[in-house]
């Protein structure tokens, strides 16, 4: 039979509040006693009822965190940094795949309310307006990670998109690059990889170069994505160089590119977005703008757990930096 928070006040010989003070880390009690009551606690194996300790805390020590889609290997990533800092402050995790459904995703943000989740991490396919009103309306401690919304006071860990976009663009540029293809998401989709486009758009312009709607493509960010976006672009022109939304998408574009007995990067410049292992490992090795994945998930969890937890947050908008990653996809 399991201890109870009555047999660990026996052994430890205090009272059933003392315990529960322990438990709750409330100050008032002495490091001897509170010394006391751990080892009755270890010796016991005892484990605190959270479901009756979340009805009077109204606190369950769990943190929901949703993402769109778990195959991508952006988003682990960011997990493994959230998780690794809910795991210090003793928070647990519910993982959320919402699989780029709206629908989905608008359910899981009533679950997580259902399962009194103390704060959600949210990285979402697309702000839109019907999931802006759903945040309202739930009253959820949230924080979002890689979009941020500038129309809403709901904190964010961010990189610059568009300046990171446009130091990409600035790159192939410099390589000598005068038809540069573009694709990815359109800027009127409210995420970050919509961003991406404006960035692009401003690299041209600032060097003079004219927007031509021929050689983009707007779409999804998958390697098929990509794949089908530059057959389509190179059935109406040839271009010299390609900027992804992400390594994904420019895997799928160098595999079209090859399939045409277009060389890479002999021919065309490509560049990706995100840095994901698999672009390490690509073959040809894939340039790509960096995004600190790990550091955008302990950013928005250390943050998240501040908000919950009624703490003074110095910055809400956080902006972390990207770096542009040389590699073989360009000459």
């Not at 928070?5 to 001897?32: C, M, Q, Y």
């Not at 965190?65 to 493994?80: C, G, K, L, T």
């Not at 210090?88 to 519910?94: A, L, Q, R, T, V």
């Amino acid at each position: 039979m399991a201890a109870s928070i009555k047999d660990v006040a026996k052994e430890a010989g205090v009272s059933i509040a003392t315990v529960s003070r322990v438990l709750n880390d409330v100050d008032v009690v002495n490091e001897e006693t509170k010394r006391k009551v751990l080892e009755a606690i270890d010796k016991l194996g005892y484990r605190p009822n959270i479901i009756a300790r979340s009805l009077k805390t109204q606190r369950t020590k769990t943190i929901g965190i949703i993402i769109p889609d778990i195959s991508n290997q952006f988003y682990p990533e960011i997990v493994r940094g959230a998780e690794d800092v809910a795991n210090i402050y003793d928070y647990n995790i519910m993982l959320c795949n919402t699989d780029l459904d709206f629908e989905k995703e608008m359910e899981y943000l009533r679950v997580l309310k259902e399962k009194m989740v103390d704060g959600v991490l949210y990285m979402s396919a697309s702000l839109e307006p019907a999931i802006l009103k759903l945040i309202k309306q739930l009253q959820l401690t949230m924080v979002l990670v890689e979009t941020a919304n500038d129309n809403e006071d709901i904190p964010s860990v961010t990189i610059d998109n568009k300046k990171a976009a446009y130091d990409g663009v600035n790159y192939l540029i410099e390589r000598g690059n005068k038809k540069i293809a573009y694709i990815g998401a359109h800027e009127d989709e409210e995420n970050a990889s919509a961003v991406r486009y404006i960035g692009y758009k401003e690299a041209l312009k600032d060097n003079n170069f004219s927007i031509d709607d021929n050689i983009t493509c707007f779409g999804g960010l998958k390697a098929k994505d990509g794949y089908d976006g530059m057959n389509q672009i190179l059935d109406k022109q040839s271009i010299d160089s390609v900027f992804c939304c992400s390594d994904e998408l420019a895997m799928g574009t160098i595999n079209a590119l090859r399939d045409r007995n277009i060389r890479v990067p002999e021919d065309v410049d490509v560049i990706g977005f995100g840095n994901i292992y698999s672009a390490s490992v690509f073959y040809p090795k894939i340039t790509t703008v960096a995004q600190p994945m790990y550091d955008m998930g302990s950013v928005g969890m250390r943050m998240l757990i501040k908000l919950i937890n009624k703490q003074k947050v110095e910055n809400t908008k956080y902006v972390l930096n990207h770096e542009l990653i040389k590699r073989d996809s360009c000459k």
